[in-house]
């Protein structure tokens, strides 16, 4: 944790002073047909056909050029503005086509303690993204599933199993936005 606070303590003045700029400027912007695929987008938000629209993928090229400037035009940047913004409207999507999960992932926040979330979220980056120190994905162990479905399944978080895709879908876009947004201020 410590040398995380370092890392972060190295990084350049302006990298947090424009990254949020950045990233804000993605939500405003859009023409009426590009906003349109964006509202169709959240609000008929499915798992099979996420990111498939190529009036969608246009919007968001289109204005993460914008946005970026000269400063983030790089192609780095640009995708992990890119992932940023989707990232985010799926949330948006999720929370606007299964409020359940939204309420569910709320209580995951709110009424598990710390340890229980901060492990919750380490474990699906380890099985998603791969683990942050090493990068590499690996399966869980059986004790870790059993911690992960109980956690979930918790009386205070009340989750289903009929959720925990959703929920998955749901973790898995803020891990992109963090992870997006680590990428930028680093650069």
Known sequence: ??????AFAAL?????????DVLACMDSGYSEQQ???????VNSFDLDTMGTDPQLVEALADRAAVCAGTDYADEASMMAILEHK?????LDGIAA??????????????????????????LFEVEIFGDPQTGQTRELTVEEEEFFG?????????????????IGAFMAARLMQRDAEQRLAAR
């Open 150 to 166: 109980e956690a979930i399944l918790n009386p205070s978080v009340s989750g289903s199993i009929e959720q925990a895709e959703m």
């Open 12 to 20: 350049p003045a302006h990298a947090f002073a424009q990254t949020p």
């Open 97 to 122: 086509t299964r409020p359940d999960v939204a309420e569910t992932v709320r209580r995951m926040d709110e009424d598990l303690d710390e340890a229980t979330r901060q492990r919750l979220f380490y």
């Open 1 to 6: 944790m410590i040398a995380l606070g370092m």
């Open 86 to 90: 989707f990232a985010g409207l799926s």
């Open 35 to 41: 906003q349109a695929a964006i509202d169709r987008y």
